[in-house]
């Protein structure tokens, strides 16, 4: 992957630097690749730029490979992976590149804002001026209320997604904070502060798949896709019949258990989507890690930091290793093959063998989850 | 399909539509889908809006279906289509709708002309003020220059395309157009006229896909996916070999009669992506209906008519039938259904049983074969 942040290079380079990244490290430069999956949100809104996977193609020389790109809001890096994945599973494909990619700071804040929001309901929501900030916020006050959540959780899940980000020298806020700095930090929607709210990054991940059985050709350490799961919600909140419940996240986390054949538990490692930190914290109930409205204690017992139970967002998460919406899915990927492998440094979880990535569209209408395991 | 045209209908409601229509067809409305497809290209573009996959999903109450929207210029149809098709065949999908739309009259013209552009190179073609009818005017003179084409060939294919709508209450363009007509027409991009150039269509169109063996449960007359070819050429015009040559549809194109175990002589109609009436005359040979350079004299003799050895564009073509970028790919995919079922009234091809359709992207750079066949 790319170093996250404000980048120099356009759309094009960021793809085309991670995906010779992937593809050296899959010792795969001279190979034929059969196909190119690219994700990517907001190409054309930002950038003036269609079919960004037909053009990456040309520029990394995979002429004639296939190649599609995938939109699904920041789950878009989940969506292109499944489909690869299906791809190479059917039969057709041996060799895919998967890339995300997204280019967000030639915009104006103000205008990235607005663009993420078109991801919401159009009459429902959009049209109101209803913010994906603005969702978060609501979502968290819903928890104070309910669940007994203090503001002081959201800062604690804040400094250790800024610690580990300090250990991770692709992440894009590398600055250490505190419980005390993040209560004081602005306020962005009410109770959510700057601290609590992912950035607008520049970045771009990739991976390279093969049929397990071929990628010893490539590796001596692949990582298994072991199971997915994949679900819709309805789009406007207010049509939910729980909006503290993330009801695509727990069918999509239980279809990639069975398909997994695992269960919450046989988790070593997670990633999860936390464009504003109430989302780490419900997703990791929804999931199954904690009992519903009970993340905020486990996380104020550490159970989630390095050397807890289940390390959670070990790269920074969004809210520090940076949130470039296409891209976003396959940073998360990206993670979880490096920890899988024994490549994290500073912030390895040990001896992780099972790991799961948790990609999130929409306002939670639109979910894909991957659940990785070592291949050797 | 929807009506293609200038619809009052937002693309939510088009894509509804088509979907509502397939689901009914195939007696589906009361199962359990899989997965939804969106082929879609411009939406955030000209109407705000992303993630339109998991709108729909919602709209038509596919909940929680996975939803995911596939964007590859005008070949997001066929980019659909296959990775719904790969995903039922990896075994993992068992009942997917795949549906492509597209709202284009929403735009000036002159806007939408620019942002179907941006899928050309964006530094060697898209900055130096290129659109796509420009690229059409350049392959179409070269052709006359080396092949003998005349403007009275794409006259020709123009009035064949304009009779084939006249025959399909689906089509945008319901008018009869002559030879001398077409040659009076207004010029767009010398030597192309009005009529030698798809119009700006709304629309949308979707089937509805599950394994052959299942297939029963919904249908007596299933029509089979017998293969499918994907394949890239390098992007800017200037850096192919032969500009003439579309390589793409070449490559495609083999891989999927070889995937069919077929040949250009077992298909018995064809959608082709004539976008501009030379796209038609190049790609029916570049698939190998006809010898390089000879596919005008053979629409000289009718061979690409109703009735002739290979009709062509019985819809009406992206000429006459219309052009909705996203949605395109999926119009081929419907008229050729209904083709093999002998469901096309006074357009019926006698007694068809295997169809192609070339859906186009980019100027060439991306293009997606699919082979159907009678499953009965």
Redesign the interface.
């Known amino acids: 992957m790319t170093k996250f942040g404000r980048s120099q290079g356009?759309l094009?380079d960021l793809l085309a630097e991670a995906s010779m990244k992937a593809i050296k490290d899959a010792k795969a430069e001279k190979k034929d690749f059969d196909?190119?999956y690219v994700a990517n949100?907001?190409a054309?809104?930002t950038?003036?730029?269609?079919?960004v996977?037909?053009?990456l193609?040309?520029r990394i020389s995979?002429?004639?490979?296939?190649?599609?790109?995938?939109?699904?809001?920041p789950?878009?890096g989940g969506?292109a992976l499944?489909?690869a994945y299906?791809?190479v599973?059917?039969?057709?494909y041996d060799l895919v590149l998967v890339a995300g990619g997204e280019k967000m700071t030639t915009a104006d804040t103000d205008v990235v804002t607005d663009?993420v929001a078109?991801?919401t309901?159009?009459t429902a929501e959009?049209i109101h001026g209803v913010t994906l900030p603005a969702m978060g916020g609501m979502l968290t006050r819903l928890y104070m209320e309910r669940y007994g959540l203090t503001e002081r959780h959201l800062a604690m899940v804040a400094v250790k997604n800024h610690a580990n980000a300090l250990k991770n020298p692709y992440a894009h806020i590398q600055r250490a904070c505190t419980v005390e700095g993040a209560m004081n930090s602005a306020m962005i929607a009410d109770p959510l502060r700057l601290y609590y709210v992912c950035p607008i990054s520049d970045g771009s991940a990739a991976a390279v798949l093969c049929p397990l059985e071929k990628a010893k050709e490539f590796t001596n350490k692949p990582v298994r896709i072991a199971g997915?799961g994949?679900?819709?919600?309805?789009?406007?909140i207010q049509e939910r019949e729980d909006p503290a419940v993330l009801?695509?996240v727990q069918?999509a986390s239980k279809q990639a258990f069975k398909r997994a054949g695992m269960a919450p538990k046989d988790i070593d490692v997670a990633e999860l989507h936390d464009a504003f930190e109430i989302l780490e914290i419900v997703e990791s109930e929804d999931i199954g890690f904690f009992e519903k409205g009970k993340s905020h204690l486990a996380v104020e017992k550490g159970a989630t930091s390095l050397g807890g139970e289940i390390p959670i967002n070990t790269s920074g998460g969004l809210k520090a290793r940076g949130h470039a919406v296409g891209a976003t899915g396959m940073a998360q990927v990206v993670e979880l093959v490096w920890q899988l492998r024994g490549e994290c440094g500073e912030r390895q979880v040990k001896d992780a063998k099972r790991a799961l990535a948790c990609n999130f569209?929409?306002f939670g209408?639109?979910t894909?989850i991957h659940i990785f395991e070592r291949g050797w």
């Open positions: 356009d094009m196909a190119v949100m907001l054309g809104e950038m003036r730029q269609t079919a996977a037909s053009s193609a040309d995979l002429v004639p490979a296939a190649a599609e790109r995938l939109e699904n809001g789950a878009a969506s499944k489909n299906l791809a599973a059917s039969g057709a663009l078109t991801m309901h159009p959009y997915f994949h679900a819709t919600d309805v789009q406007a009801k695509s069918l569209g929409g209408n639109n894909v």
